[in-house]
């Protein structure tokens, strides 16, 4: 039976996070509020969790989860290397709205699907989501909604779509801002932009001067360089990789 915690009361938000991380802890479904939509999240290292999570969602192993965390030092012991500009950028832009593609570390004892050996980190530039994410350590975070449908800007839209799949939810009001990360793949000898979003790549070419983006730029509201590439793995994609399928239309695209 599902729980849910209205996170704008100090006291319920306080039981909502302890039970979000029980239930995390035990390998199941919760919802929390994030800095672009609201995520369905599971341990991303119980691989029975992350199977149930894509099951509610309606999704195969071809379509893996980004992992969401809380620290940067979380992140760090996620990835076989930072390269020349991980850190750097990880400095500059989080927590917030970029998600940074890595190789992962191949000692990880963790199945997130058909990832060819890759992850999609971000740390949320929201309370509630960092919360959760100190106490449980690294998650597996999609967008929370059934693939086709919109991704859920609040916990009603939330929990029409998952119901009873999901333990708890976790109650933050309706997302303040639904523009998606931008996302930056790191595995490579020079970065390429996989997807534009809340984060211009001017700015991220102050840290990492060379950037590839060799796809054209359409405009879209509220960014000038927004571009439909890659799904965005959160707010609609689920994708770590630029050749991963998706039905979903990523939101704000």
């Given at each position: 039976?599902?729980?849910?915690?209205?996170?704008?009361?100090?006291?319920?938000?306080i039981?909502?996070?302890?039970?979000?991380?029980?239930?995390?802890?035990?390998?199941?479904?919760?919802?929390?509020p994030?800095?672009?939509?609201?995520?369905?999240?599971?341990?991303?290292?119980?691989?029975?969790?992350?199977?149930?999570?894509?099951?509610?969602?309606?999704?195969?192993?071809?379509?893996?989860?980004?992992?969401?965390?809380g620290?940067?030092?979380?992140?760090?012991?996620?990835?076989?290397?930072?390269?020349?500009?991980?850190?750097?950028?990880?400095?500059?832009?989080?927590?917030?709205?970029?998600?940074?593609?890595?190789?992962?570390?191949p000692?990880?004892?963790?199945?997130?699907?058909?990832?060819?050996?890759?992850?999609?980190?971000?740390?949320?530039?929201?309370?509630?989501?960092?919360?959760?994410?100190?106490?449980?350590?690294?998650?597996?975070v999609?967008?929370?909604?059934?693939?086709?449908?919109?991704?859920?800007?609040?916990?009603?839209?939330?929990?029409?779509?998952?119901?009873e799949?999901?333990?708890?939810?976790?109650?933050?009001?309706?997302?303040?801002?639904?523009?998606?990360?931008?996302?930056?793949?790191?595995?490579?000898?020079?970065?390429?932009?996989?997807?534009?979003?809340?984060?211009?790549?001017?700015?991220?070419?102050?840290?990492?001067?060379?950037?590839?983006?060799?796809?054209?730029?359409?405009?879209?509201?509220?960014?000038?360089?927004?571009?439909?590439?890659?799904?965005?793995?959160?707010?609609?994609?689920?994708?770590v990789?630029?050749?991963?399928?998706?039905?979903?239309?990523?939101?704000?695209?």
């Amino acid at each position: 039976m599902s729980t849910r915690y209205d996170c704008r009361d100090s006291q319920s938000r306080i039981a909502g996070v302890d039970a979000a991380v029980t239930a995390a802890r035990a390998g199941e479904l919760i919802v929390l509020p994030t800095d672009t939509v609201y995520g369905i999240g599971a341990d991303a290292f119980i691989p029975a969790a992350v199977t149930t999570m894509l099951a509610a969602k309606g999704r195969g192993r071809n379509m893996p989860p980004p992992v969401l965390v809380g620290t940067a030092r979380a992140a760090a012991a996620l990835v076989d290397d930072l390269g020349p500009f991980g850190q750097d950028l990880i400095d500059e832009f989080w927590p917030g709205a970029l998600t940074l593609v890595f190789r992962a570390s191949p000692t990880l004892l963790w199945d997130l699907g058909d990832t060819k050996g890759t992850v999609a980190l971000r740390m949320p530039l929201h309370p509630i989501a960092l919360d959760v994410l100190k106490q449980t350590g690294p998650l597996a975070v999609s967008s929370a909604n059934r693939t086709g449908q919109p991704a859920a800007t609040t916990a009603d839209e939330a929990q029409q779509q998952l119901g009873e799949a999901v333990s708890v939810y976790l109650d933050g009001g309706p997302c303040a801002d639904t523009i998606p990360s931008t996302i930056l793949d790191l595995t490579g000898a020079i970065p390429t932009l996989l997807r534009a979003g809340a984060i211009p790549v001017d700015r991220l070419r102050t840290v990492a001067s060379v950037i590839a983006d060799n796809e054209p730029l359409v405009p879209s509201a509220g960014t000038a360089d927004f571009k439909p590439a890659a799904p965005h793995p959160l707010e609609g994609g689920g994708a770590v990789r630029a050749d991963a399928p998706t039905d979903e239309r990523p939101s704000g695209g």
